[in-house]
């Protein structure tokens, strides 16, 4: 069955590095735009970045831009988020998401599949 699985989260300081990734299975991963998203209680779902089926195009919220980095490694049928200069606001459940889409960022209804979520916590 389709799977999408996030691992790499956990306890940060402000100013430090995570890398964030997501494995998935049950689906042709290299047909599928791949987006990260975050939220936290009581907030509304945050998208943060995007890429195409090949990685060619990302897109990224204005939140993050120029601090987190998007990539995928269509043999490994894996998706990272590379996330620098982490902030207290960065603190989130972050999880990824695909969409036969082409553009790197989509509507929210178009994603088909989602992971569960990795916790994300920075600290001040």
């Given at each position: 069955?389709?799977?999408?699985?996030?691992?790499?989260?956990?306890?940060?300081?402000?100013?430090?590095?995570?890398?964030?990734?997501?494995?998935?299975?049950?689906?042709?991963?290299?047909?599928?735009?791949?987006?990260?998203?975050?939220?936290?209680?009581?907030?509304?779902?945050?998208?943060?970045?995007g890429?195409?089926?090949?990685g060619?195009?990302?897109?990224?919220?204005?939140?993050?831009?120029?601090?987190?980095?998007?990539?995928?490694?269509?043999?490994?049928?894996?998706?990272?988020?590379?996330?620098?200069?982490?902030?207290?606001?960065?603190?989130?459940?972050?999880?990824?998401?695909?969409?036969?889409?082409?553009?790197?960022?989509?509507?929210m209804?178009?994603?088909?599949?989602?992971?569960?979520?990795?916790?994300?916590?920075?600290?001040?």
């Amino acid at each position: 069955q389709v799977q999408l699985l996030e691992s790499g989260g956990g306890l940060a300081q402000a100013g430090a590095s995570l890398r964030l990734s997501c494995a998935a299975s049950g689906f042709t991963f290299s047909t599928y735009s791949m987006g990260w998203f975050r939220q936290t209680p009581g907030k509304e779902r945050e998208f943060v970045a995007g890429i195409t089926r090949s990685g060619f195009s990302t897109d990224y919220g204005d939140s993050v831009k120029g601090r987190f980095i998007i990539s995928r490694d269509n043999a490994k049928n894996t998706v990272y988020l590379q996330m620098g200069k982490l902030l207290p606001d960065d603190t989130a459940i972050y999880s990824c998401a695909a969409t036969r889409a082409f553009s790197p960022r989509a509507t929210m209804a178009d994603y088909t599949y989602w992971g569960r979520g990795t916790q994300v916590t920075v600290s001040s």
